[in-house]
């Protein structure tokens, strides 16, 4: 989660006011210049992050707390995946409160809120804390997927997801 707070959550924090001027003067490429531009810029920054914490969490997890705690390392990069994809999800909040669809946020979340609780009940207690991961992994996708959704129908949201699947093949 730090990973998100620490390069994720600053570059975020410019978009909201930015992107709410741009709409209201009517400028939607310049709403889709900020979206993109902030966008992969989270990307480029999380995704080689989590990635590098895939492959070293085992003695990250050892160096930070202990041998004992070697079991639980994999849950790090999950729950980084996860809120990535919360944050991602906040660019569709946002697209849907410009064009007064702000309810669509709330159902985004409270959709989330349902998988989370459905995905709690059926993973925990077969897989335990890696099932509590995958279960907030789940939640968060399927937020991002209904937002992304929601805002791409309704007004100014990403048209293309190639700079992503550029970004995810460099990182791996």
Known sequence: YMIIQV????????????????HNRGDSAGVDRLLHTIGYGILLLSVPAIA????????????VAGPAFRDAAYVMPVIALA?????????????LGLVYRQHLATV?????????????ILLIPRFGIMGAAFSTLGAFLVQFLFSTMMAARSGPF??????????????I
Not at 83 to 95: C, I, K, N
Not at 114 to 119: G, I
């Open 7 to 22: 390069f994720v959550n600053p570059i975020w924090a410019l978009y909201p006011n930015s992107a709410a001027e741009l």
């Open 52 to 63: 590098g914490m895939w492959a070293l969490c085992e003695p990250i997890m050892v160096v």
């Open 158 to 171: 990403w048209r293309s997801f190639s700079g992503f699947y550029r970004i995810s093949a460099a990182s």
């Open 83 to 95: 809120y990535l994809l919360l944050m991602l999800a906040s660019f569709g909040d946002v697209a």
């Open 108 to 120: 985004s979340i409270t959709l989330a809120v349902a998988v989370n609780c459905v995905l709690n």
